[in-house]
């Protein structure tokens, strides 16, 4: 294997893990994130034959299998470390919901999450894409195997976190937009009880004369009693329809009953 300036320029302008024929050369380009210090590590191996090369400084030296696959396999526990940290994000707001709280500046943290995600589900694509590409033409391919089944399920795995966030985010709004209508619908029961008694208000303090009741002693008991009589029976219909709404295994719950 040789180290060019051809070679030299294309590196410093790609860290991207992926692995291509450069001019002749097969060459294999790991990048990954360490999750624990944010640091970029970037690997480049060679291959011809059965050797395999690691660029070290400038020149290709010849490298162990055992080492390639330990590298490898290292760079796969960090992309499943990233996807156990992104799941436990995740369950930590889906219970939060289920015990009914709303969570603060959902949208804006929701975003960033979603940043993060799909910048580990890229990498993971690139790293899975560039494992195929090697196993194909490499005598090492049963030594692979493993290691791509393993990116497979974390690259599946991180497509599920993300569609987990998505589902979240769709019942987020849900809950609120449900909220909003029970208060909306409060406000319009609240309306049509005190319509009528401000009609009733507004009728009777009219400064007229020959008011309807006017000079019978018992007049305000009389107005008394049907605003009471509006009142209940507003609550009565706000009750009914509010007993109509069952939760979602009310049905399931009485049918085990009996």
Not at 113 to 126: A, P, R, V
Not at 218 to 227: D, E, P
Not at 233 to 242: D, F
Request: charged share 25%.
């Amino acid at each position: 294997m040789q180290y060019d300036d051809n070679l030299a320029k294309f590196l410093s302008k790609n860290s991207n893990t992926l692995y291509m024929d450069f001019l002749g050369q097969k060459i294999l380009i790991l990048s990954s994130l360490n999750s624990k210090t944010d640091k970029e590590k970037v690997h480049v191996f060679g291959f011809e034959e059965e050797y395999i090369f690691k660029l070290e400084n400038t020149e290709f030296k010849i490298f162990n299998l055992n080492d390639f696959l330990n590298i490898i396999r290292a760079n796969l526990d960090e992309y499943k470390a990233m996807n156990t940290h992104f799941e436990n994000i995740i369950e930590h707001k889906e219970n939060i919901l289920l015990k009914g709280n709303l969570i603060k500046n959902f949208l804006k943290k929701s975003f960033i999450l979603k940043q993060k995600i799909n910048k580990n589900l890229k990498n993971l694509s690139l790293f899975n894409e560039a494992l195929n590409l090697l196993a194909e033409s490499s005598p090492h391919k049963k030594a692979l195997r493993s290691l791509i089944f393993g990116a497979n399920i974390a690259l599946k795995n991180s497509k599920e976190i993300l569609t987990r966030l998505n589902e979240l985010h769709l019942l987020i709004n849900a809950i609120k937009n449900e909220r909003i209508n029970q208060s909306l619908y409060f406000l319009s029961v609240l309306s049509a009880i005190f319509l009528p008694l401000n009609l009733i208000v507004g009728f009777f303090g009219m400064n007229t004369n020959g008011l309807f009741l006017n000079g019978n002693k018992n007049a305000t008991w009389y107005i008394f009693t049907l605003i009471c009589l509006i009142l209940v029976l507003g609550l009565i219909v706000y009750y009914k329809k509010r007993k109509k709404e069952l939760e979602f295994d009310d049905k399931i719950t009485k049918k085990s009953n009996k």
